[in-house]
C-alpha cells in the first residue's frame, strides 16, 4: 500500500539521518523491523524494492542516497538536503510514529493548548499551488477587524514562529504577498490557471534576509549582548541563519551579530529579551528600543 511505502522511505532518511557514518542495508532492514514490532505496517523486504525506494527518496523527497562500495554502506548526500524542510517531515513523523504504540492518545504527551488554526485550509492550498491554480477566499485584517474578499495565485507555504503562511501573488501581479492561515475562511480552489511561477528559491531569497514575514527594509549589521542565560537561550534557538556567537568572560555576556532586516517582527523578538538585551549597535534601533521601553514605563507606572 502507498501509505506504507512512504512510511518505509521515511524511516530510511531517519535511519540515515541518525547514523551519519552510514548502514549496511541488513542494518536497514534490521532496524526498521524492530521499530515496526507494534505497527500494523506490512514489511517484507526483498532486493528490488530496497533499490526502488531508493530511486523513489532521491525522487520524491530530492535526497540522494549513496552507496559506499568500500565500507558497504549507505549514507545521506547532505550537500543536497535542505534540511529545514527534511526536520519538518521528521519530526511530524517521528510524533505519528509515537503514536503507534498506544492504543489512544496517551497522557503524558502534552501538546500546547496555545496554537494557531488554519490547517484545515493546509491541503487545498497544497493542491492548488501543485496544479497552478487560483484560489479565492475571506482574509481577516487585524489593523481595521474586517474581512476582505482576496483572488490569489498561490506559491508557497511558509511556516514562521509556529504559523503558517500562504505565499502569493494578486492577478497581473508579480510581488509576493503573504497571508496567515489562521486568517483565511471561505477558501475555494478556482478552475482557471496561471503559467507564471516562482522557483521556490527565489521565495527563500526574498526572506532570507527577514525574520518572521515582514520584508521591509535592507539588511543592516546588527550587534547585540545579553546575559548568559538569555545568551545559551539564543544559541541553542537562534534568532537567524546569520547569526554569530561570542561569550565575553570578563563581562559574563555574550555579543551576537546579525545580518538583518531590522522590521517590526524582529524588534518584538528582541523585546522578549528585554531584561538582558543591550543593543550595541545600530544606534536607531538602540534609539527605538529605549523609545518603546519608555512609552511601556509611563503606561505601566501607577495612577
Not at 547532505?78 to 492518545?105: A, H, P, Q, W
Not at 554569530?244 to 532586516?261: A, D, T
Amino acid at each position: 500500500m502507498r501509505k506504507y511505502k512512504k512510511s518505509r522511505q521515511l524511516r530510511i532518511i531517519k535511519l540515515l539521518r541518525d547514523f551519519q557514518n552510514g548502514l549496511t542495508k541488513t542494518e536497514i532492514i534490521d532496524k526498521i523491523e524492530k521499530e515496526l514490532k507494534y505497527s500494523d505496517e506490512i514489511f517484507s523486504y526483498v532486493d528490488i524494492t530496497f533499490k526502488r525506494d531508493l530511486n523513489d527518496i532521491r525522487n520524491d523527497f530530492n535526497i540522494e542516497i549513496v552507496y559506499n562500495r568500500k565500507e558497504n554502506v549507505y549514507k545521506i548526500d547532505s550537500l543536497k538536503v535542505d534540511d529545514s524542510r527534511l526536520d519538518l517531515m521528521l519530526n511530524s513523523f517521528k510524533i505519528y510514529n509515537t503514536f503507534l504504540g498506544f492504543d489512544t492518545l496517551p497522557e503524558h504527551i502534552i501538546p500546547e493548548k496555545r496554537k494557531s488554526n488554519g490547517l484545515d485550509n493546509f491541503g487545498i492550498i497544497s493542491e492548488a499551488i501543485s496544479e497552478k491554480t487560483y484560489i479565492e477566499f475571506d482574509y481577516f485584517k487585524y489593523d481595521t477587524n474586517e474581512k476582505v474578499h482576496k483572488k490569489l495565485k498561490p506559491f508557497a507555504l511558509k511556516e514562521s514562529k509556529n504559523r503558517w503562511y500562504l505565499i502569493g501573488s494578486y492577478e497581473n501581479k508579480e510581488d509576493f504577498r503573504a497571508f496567515g492561515l489562521d486568517r483565511i475562511s471561505n477558501l475555494n480552489k478556482l478552475e482557471n490557471k496561471f503559467n507564471k511561477f516562482p522557483e521556490v528559491k527565489i521565495i527563500n531569497n526574498y526572506y532570507k534576509d527577514s525574520f518572521a514575514m515582514f520584508t521591509e527594509g535592507v539588511a543592516e549589521h546588527v550587534v547585540l549582548s545579553f546575559d548568559l542565560r538569555d545568551g545559551n537561550y539564543i544559541n541553542s534557538y537562534p534568532i537567524h541563519h546569520t547569526q554569530k556567537s561570542e561569550f565575553n568572560s570578563e563581562k559574563n555576556r555574550y555579543i551576537i551579530s546579525l545580518n538583518i532586516k531590522i522590521t517590526l517582527d524582529f524588534i518584538m523578538e528582541l523585546m522578549s529579551r528585554a531584561w538582558s538585551l543591550e543593543v550595541i549597535e545600530p544606534l536607531h534601533l538602540r534609539q527605538q528600543l529605549a523609545f518603546i521601553f519608555k512609552e511601556a514605563h509611563k503606561r505601566n507606572q501607577k495612577k
